[in-house]
């Protein structure tokens, strides 16, 4: 791409519908939050369409809204929450604000490359899918960095995951997942959980609701500063799987 | 990510390829405590992503480099590394040149 699709995004408003949004959450990401919207905005002003980014801060308490404020970008909304609510209050608050055709969420470390973008993007605009979900699970993922307890502990989720949910998904919890948006907007208005798990609800709930899938694999890399206390993490997980039926056995989802 | 070094006379040359991140970023400050000179090149042109660890070992490298007389210099960065330095104001810290050629020059300058 040209340098100047570059420039030309970050100082000119787009005037028509975004095609794409792409949703950050951010929680106290002063150190890696602006390598990776350079990097996002690098790779995705070249792809000849319209398109914004949105930072869906967290209540950081360091310097991550500052700086994203100081980029001055022109299709950049930053959001702000006064507290801390977690990673899915984030995402959703960042997803029902993108105004994008089509709406990635993508994890603020960039652990899976920008470019991965450009494997998803054909699942909804060409096979009629209405949501991709970026996969580690998937044949012909690669993955870098990840440490055997992570990996003995997401093989032995994402069985559980498919034999009690009946989520066909294999990896639930990978940060880079592409909606339409008439999925995203209303499968995140109807998300009740907003810790780690809200990925594994998203995908409850499309499930239930009928929308179709599909996982394709991608790169990802453990980014080094990941904020996930994997065991702390896995009991929240369990909790929130009951928590998923049991809402489901009360008819909170019925509405969705 | 890839992590080669060899010289070019008095002039040391790091060639990186891929991402540049946490993970390379101690490989390259090790690599700068075993140099025999303080003229340091390195070579950008297969990195496509530096996170502020990378970031934060070539402006430690460059510091190193500058207080034994000599100093780093940069070159081949593509778009996505070139728009990092932009963002993050590092482009002030360095000289920064289009080839290897132009950058090894320099420091005869």
């Not at chain 2, 963002?87 to 950058?103: G, H, K, P, S, W």
Request: glycine share 8%.
């Amino acid at each position: 791409m040209a340098y100047a699709d570059y420039a030309l995004w970050k100082t000119t408003p787009i005037a028509d519908e975004p095609y794409l949004s792409i949703v950050i959450p951010a929680y106290n990401e002063e150190v890696r939050i602006v390598p990776t919207i350079g990097a996002i905005a690098s790779h995705v002003a070249g792809m000849g369409f319209p398109w914004e980014l949105i930072i869906a801060d967290d209540g950081s308490r360091d310097q991550t809204v500052a700086l994203v404020k100081d980029l001055g970008f022109a299709n950049l909304r930053l959001l702000c929450a006064e507290t801390n609510g977690g990673k899915g209050s984030a995402v959703r608050r960042g997803i029902l604000a993108a105004r994008g055709r089509y709406i990635l969420f993508d994890d603020a470390d960039n652990s899976t490359p920008i470019e991965e973008l450009d494997k998803l993007l054909p699942a909804l605009e060409q096979q009629g899918y209405d949501i991709a979900v970026g996969s580690r699970a998937a044949g012909g993922a690669e993955e870098a960095h990840r440490t055997l307890l992570r990996r003995t502990l997401s093989g032995g989720l994402r069985l559980m995951v498919h034999h009690l949910f009946r989520i066909g998904v294999r990896d639930t919890q990978c940060g880079f997942k592409l909606f339409t948006r008439a999925a995203a907007h209303r499968l995140y208005a109807a998300q009740t959980i907003d810790g780690f798990s809200f990925d594994l609800e998203i995908l409850y709930l499309a499930a239930r609701l009928g929308y179709r899938v599909a996982e394709v694999p991608v790169t990802w890399i453990d980014a080094p500063g990941s904020k996930v206390d994997t065991t702390r993490e896995v009991q929240r997980f369990l909790r929130d799987l009951l928590r998923i039926k049991w809402n489901d056995l009360r008819g909170v989802y019925a509405r969705a | 990510m890839a992590l080669n070094t060899r010289a070019l006379g008095n002039v040391s040359v790091l060639d990186l390829q891929g991402r540049f991140d946490a993970h390379i970023a101690p490989a390259v400050i090790e690599w700068y405590g075993r140099l025999p000179t303080a003229q340091v090149v390195v070579n950008l042109a297969g990195v496509t992503f530096m996170d502020s660890s990378a970031l934060a070992a070539l402006t430690g490298g460059m510091k190193r480099c500058r207080q034994r007389g000599g100093d780093m210099r940069l070159y081949a960065l593509q778009q996505p590394v070139q728009v990092i330095f932009e963002l993050t104001r590092m482009y002030r810290a360095f000289e920064i040149f289009a080839t290897e050629a132009e950058a090894v020059a320099s420091f005869t300058r």
